[in-house]
């Protein structure tokens, strides 16, 4: 067993705190990575604080993972020692039902086993990147081919594929005109992505204040969903919509911008429902809601290979792992643009010194 520092939540009221945990030793489908940096995902909080009731303690938080290989095991063909690798929100997955066979792990009849917080369904408890060193399967690992600001490709591991996904599925491309709901960790990146996919984007946002760095980011337009006058001007206009807020909030107002056969797929996943929508906003026009989670290992890869393509990467701020609890109140009120990053050499030096 490989000792590893870590920081972890021991119980729901609990600040994050230095932990040590044991990876397994690398058998001869494994990866070792030593980890350079890991994003900071609400869904690290939510499982940290128990939101969504579920969480298995003690809890190591963290699924956007970038790191350099430091050992592989016999049967390892795609990665050498002093690769570039990255670990999403996966690792592991049964295999052998449909969704595996088709690349969906993400879901997986069976339930995949999250990076953290062990399996869907049950079982053996997890530990994610909030820690120095992870052990994961070859087939669970991403190639990294950016070549420089490792950082910010870490919230692509979970941001980047929770939105390249739904864009990619609902064929999301020139031609096509499409919403972007909330301008945070999420949003930021779908309007990157649908930018670069050749969409005409419209970004909505509850905040004056974001109209410049939207449009600085690609969208074509910003509305202010506060203003119903800036929202009717988009009315029957909309392709897709990608919804990311992650709190609950009346959907009839985006379900009117849509156009006939038009879809509205929710990525955001509030810790309470949202308001039911009205029916005759569906039944009028054929619109369709859909939800989206995550992406599959090989989507995951066509993501990243696509965004080194295009020089996209997430707008962070970089964080020692001493401030992670103070990284997730200012979360909380959106005071980050638009992702944390924590540089886990402070984690080592931590480490290091105790």
């Not at 938080?61 to 790191?67: A, C, D, F, Q, Y």
């Not at 989507?299 to 965004?307: I, V």
């Amino acid at each position: 067993m490989i000792k590893t520092y870590s920081y972890a939540a021991q119980k729901p009221t609990d600040r994050l705190a230095p932990f040590q945990i044991e990876r397994r030793d690398p058998g001869a489908d494994d990866v070792q990575i030593d980890i350079l940096f890991c994003g900071v995902c609400h869904s690290d909080l939510h499982t940290a604080r128990n939101e969504w009731n579920n969480t298995l303690y003690p809890s190591v938080p963290g699924h956007e993972i970038v790191g350099k290989v430091t050992a592989v095991g016999a049967n390892v063909t795609h990665f050498k020692v002093g690769d570039l690798a990255g670990v999403g929100c996966m690792v592991d997955s049964c295999q052998h039902c449909a969704s595996c066979a088709e690349g969906e792990e993400q879901y997986c009849e069976n339930g995949f086993t999250g990076t953290y917080n062990g399996p869907v369904f049950g079982g053996e408890n997890t530990f994610g990147g909030y820690s120095d060193k992870i052990v994961v399967k070859e087939k669970f690992v991403l190639k990294i081919s950016h070549s420089d600001n490792l950082a910010a490709v870490a919230p692509l591991l979970c941001a980047g594929i929770t939105t390249y996904s739904p864009l990619h599925h609902w064929k999301v491309g020139p031609g096509k005109k499409v919403g972007v709901v909330g301008l945070g960790g999420l949003g930021h990146m779908a309007v990157k992505i649908a930018h670069a996919m050749g969409a005409h984007v419209v970004l909505f946002t509850t905040s004056p204040n974001k109209r410049e760095d939207g449009l600085r980011l690609g969208a074509d337009e910003v509305i202010v969903s506060k203003n119903a006058d800036e929202m009717a001007t988009q009315t029957n206009q909309l392709d897709f919509i990608l919804n990311t807020v992650a709190a609950p909030h009346n959907l009839d107002p985006f379900l009117n911008l849509l156009k006939r056969d038009g879809t509205m797929t929710l990525v955001g996943a509030p810790d309470q429902p949202h308001p039911s929508p009205g029916v005759f906003n569906l039944i009028f026009k054929r619109r369709s809601i859909a939800g989206s989670l995550i992406g599959g290992i090989q989507e995951t890869q066509e993501m990243l290979d696509f965004c080194a393509r295009h020089g996209i990467v997430s707008d962070i701020e970089m964080i020692h792992m001493k401030d992670i609890n103070e990284a997730y109140e200012r979360m909380i009120k959106g005071d980050v643009k638009y992702r944390f990053v924590i540089d886990m050499a402070t984690l080592k030096e931590e480490a290091s010194a105790a």
